[in-house]
């Protein structure tokens, strides 16, 4: 029996041979259980991902286009039917009504909110920006704003005393019932000698 090498040497003797060109052809020729075969290796895999790949991201990409659209707009359709004309009118109407609440809340602590200005005796002009959620936030802010408000009138009244050179001491609360003498007081401030 011949030998591979024997078989080689003879191919390279008879490479003009048109039989031999036939036979090496058929030898050579690619069939689908030779492919199937090859694409199983890991070599074969990192030849044909790289192509199933691109072909799956266009499809994708084709399929996107053409039907992601309408699925989104029926889910969306489904999840939040459009309204009748009924329940738009009853969502409007319900508007409405809560605002009206909250007008009428609005008021009732604007009213609270400037008595307790003027009662305070602070600017009832923008007691509105003080208005809360409720009473007590807006009662609370009205605090605030009483005490930097008092606060910042004192300084300028201070400072006002000592542009004109006036230190203003702030004197005792409590009377005193010491007995005064008039005209000692006056002979101190010089107003009768």
């Given at each position: 029996?011949?030998?591979?090498?024997?078989?080689?040497?003879?191919?390279?003797?008879?490479?003009?041979?048109?039989?031999?060109?036939?036979?090496?052809?058929?030898?050579?020729?690619?069939?689908?259980?030779?492919?199937?075969?090859?694409?199983?290796?890991?070599?074969?895999?990192?030849?044909?991902?790289?192509?199933?790949?691109?072909?799956?991201?266009?499809?994708?990409?084709?399929?996107?286009?053409?039907?992601?659209?309408?699925?989104?707009?029926?889910?969306?359709?489904?999840?939040?039917?459009?309204?009748?004309?009924?329940?738009?009118?009853?969502?409007?109407?319900?508007?409405?009504?809560?605002?009206q609440k909250t007008a009428a809340q609005r008021e009732k602590l604007l009213n609270k909110a400037v008595s307790y200005a003027s009662?305070?005796?602070?600017?009832?002009?923008?007691?509105?920006?003080?208005?809360?959620?409720?009473?007590?936030?807006?009662?609370?802010?009205?605090?605030?704003?009483?005490?930097?408000?008092?606060?910042?009138?004192?300084?300028?009244?201070?400072?006002?005393?000592?542009?004109?050179?006036?230190?203003?001491?702030?004197?005792?609360?409590?009377?005193?019932?010491?007995?005064?003498?008039?005209?000692?007081?006056?002979?101190?401030?010089?107003?009768?000698?």
């Amino acid at each position: 029996m011949p030998t591979l090498e024997d078989v080689k040497k003879f191919l390279e003797e008879n490479k003009e041979n048109e039989e031999v060109k036939a036979f090496v052809g058929e030898l050579s020729a690619v069939s689908a259980d030779k492919v199937e075969g090859f694409l199983e290796t890991d070599e074969g895999k990192r030849l044909i991902q790289p192509r199933l790949d691109s072909h799956f991201t266009k499809g994708l990409d084709t399929w996107k286009a053409n039907n992601l659209d309408a699925l989104v707009d029926a889910k969306v359709k489904e999840l939040y039917p459009e309204e009748t004309e009924e329940q738009k009118r009853i969502r409007k109407l319900e508007k409405e009504l809560e605002d009206q609440k909250t007008a009428a809340q609005r008021e009732k602590l604007l009213n609270k909110a400037v008595s307790y200005a003027s009662e305070k005796q602070l600017p009832a002009d923008v007691v509105e920006f003080f208005i809360g959620e409720d009473e007590d936030s807006t009662m609370k802010n009205l605090g605030v704003f009483e005490e930097k408000y008092t606060a910042a009138l004192q300084a300028a009244i201070d400072g006002k005393f000592k542009e004109n050179g006036r230190d203003i001491d702030s004197g005792s609360s409590t009377p005193t019932n010491q007995n005064l003498d008039i005209s000692s007081l006056a002979a101190e401030a010089s107003i009768r000698k």
